[in-house]
Nanobody, 116 residues
Framework: EVQLVESGGGLAQPGGSLKLSCAAS????????MTWVRQAPGKGLEWVSS???????YYGDSVKGRFTISRDNAKNTLYLQMGSLKTEDTAVYYC??????????RGQGTQVTVSS
């Protein structure tokens, strides 16, 4: 059974940072592109970032230069280092197995709130 469990969310101040983790199980993690998506209150899903099997990274325009995606295949874990946070980054963040928008599985999400 494929499982994706996000953690690391919480409250941060504008300009602050947070690091999200996604623990994967039930599949060969290193064989899949992995993706972060988010959903702000009252809005649809927004693609944040993806990382390929080979470690090539891709970012949405809204987070480019502020967020860094990475993966540790030995630990079956996906990461999202978020910096220079803005209030508009407030959302539930999900990790997903596969590329955007054609991912097959998504976790339950972790809430990130950016507020002073």
């Amino acid at each position: 059974e494929v499982q994706l469990v996000e953690s690391g969310g919480g409250l941060a101040q504008p300009g602050g940072s947070l690091k999200l983790s996604c623990a994967a199980s039930g599949f060969t993690f290193g064989s899949f592109t992995m993706t972060w998506v988010r959903q702000a209150p009252g809005k649809g899903l927004e693609w944040v970032s993806s990382i390929s099997v080979g470690g090539v990274t891709y970012y949405g325009d809204s987070v480019k230069g502020r967020f860094t995606i990475s993966r540790d295949n030995a630990k079956n874990t996906l990461y999202l280092q978020m910096g220079s946070l803005k209030t508009e980054d407030t959302a539930v963040y999900y990790c997903a197995r596969g590329p955007w928008p054609n991912y097959a599985y998504r976790g339950q999400g972790t809430q990130v709130t950016v507020s002073s």
